[in-house]
């Protein structure tokens, strides 16, 4: 990790230096430039915006968002922004030392977690615990040890509350009003508009929380849904926490789940997107229960991508799978 954030740095000098003498990175256009990283902060900004403004997404359509490495003409594009948008966390920690490498030229950012109240990520029973990606492996075994039970990571998955995205939307919005007067009245009439649209969304994840026969459900997989799940009252069992990079479960920890499945008699069993789903197959081959995918919506299928899909459009696929699992 080192030696590639060392040659982001040389990238970055060079990139500075050249734009010293020749400013050929900017857009043409306009319009601001807007960069995310991912696609719930993406797709926030083109409800709001729309053409308005020169909006990427650096996260390629079906590339796996916690594997992501920018490339050099990712920094480049970052630097030639006038907002970049990111979520922040413990996989986006390379963001902070790029941005403050350019210096005067970095662009404004704005980091979702700084926006909401965010929770720190929980190993519940049950879930595997992925050393991996906590710590540095650069510390003797008492160090680690310590470490792994005091330091706790932020869980970065803020967008899977509707409620959390509405106040991000409000960001964004006020972002917009304040460095495009032009287009204001366009900005503020689509911001109200999906606003309550997300008011909606959350309403109708109340209603069918409140009438359902059980309020637990179970992921064979990464569960990056813990604000969806502490703002509907929801339990739930995982093999994974949200943020780990492990996709191969222990013996142990899928007997624990089949188990789990057959004594509360869940209906459901979820894996999420662009998941090889193997650990909710072999439960549900178990079990009989169903197979679903509950979208996180870090990222889109090229598929889900050419059918126009939107934060509201798959969070309405949640909703149905969610109305299944719990009845």
């Given at each position: 990790?080192?030696?590639?954030f ?19 990175d ?21 409800q ?7 909006l ?23 630097q ?9 966390g ?23 977690i ?12 049950g879930?595997?615990?992925d ?16 470490r ?9 998955h ?28 366009y ?5 109200e ?9 959350d309403?109708?994840?109340v209603?069918i ?36 990079t492990n ?25 999420i997107?662009l998941?090889n ?12 229960a169903?197979k ?17 899909e939107t ?17």
């Amino acid at each position: 990790m080192l030696i590639i954030f060392l040659s982001w740095l040389i990238l970055i000098s060079t990139i500075t230096a050249c734009n010293n003498t020749e400013n050929t990175d900017k857009p043409a256009s306009d319009k601001l430039s807007i960069i995310t990283t991912i696609f719930p902060q993406y797709d926030f900004t083109k409800q709001i915006a729309g053409e308005k403004v020169d909006l990427k997404m650096l996260l390629k359509p079906g590339a796996e968002s916690h594997s992501y490495e920018p490339t050099p003409q990712d920094i480049k594009l970052i630097q030639a922004s006038d907002l970049f948008i990111y979520t922040g966390g413990e996989n986006d920690t390379w963001i902070e030392g790029i941005i403050n490498s350019m210096g005067s030229d970095a662009p404004q950012t704005m980091r979702l977690i700084d926006l909401v109240d965010t929770v720190e990520e929980e190993i519940i029973e049950g879930m595997e615990h992925d050393h991996d990606h906590d710590h540095e492996k650069d510390h003797d075994d008492e160090e680690d040890y310590n470490r792994e039970h005091d330091v706790h990571e932020i869980d970065e998955h803020v967008w899977t509350s509707p409620i959390n995205a509405i106040e991000i939307v409000k960001e964004i919005t006020d972002y917009l009003l304040e460095n495009d007067q032009v287009n204001a009245d366009y900005y503020k009439e689509n911001s109200e508009k999906y606003i309550k649209e997300l008011q909606e969304l959350d309403q109708q994840f109340v209603d069918i929380v409140q009438a359902a026969e059980r309020n637990v459900i179970l992921f064979g997989d990464r569960f990056p849904f813990r604000y969806l799940a502490d703002q509907y009252d929801l339990d739930y069992y995982a093999a994974f926490s949200g943020c780990s990079t492990n996709t191969e479960a222990s013996a142990a920890t899928v007997a624990f789940l089949i188990d789990k499945v057959e004594k509360l008699k869940l209906p459901v069993v979820f894996s999420i997107e662009l998941s090889n789903e193997k650990i909710s197959d072999s439960i549900t081959e178990t079990t009989g229960a169903e197979k679903l995918t509950f979208h996180s919506l870090h990222n889109l299928s090229i598929e889900e991508l050419a059918a126009n899909e939107t934060y509201i459009s798959l969070m309405q696929k949640n909703l149905r799978a969610l109305e299944k699992a719990l009845n």
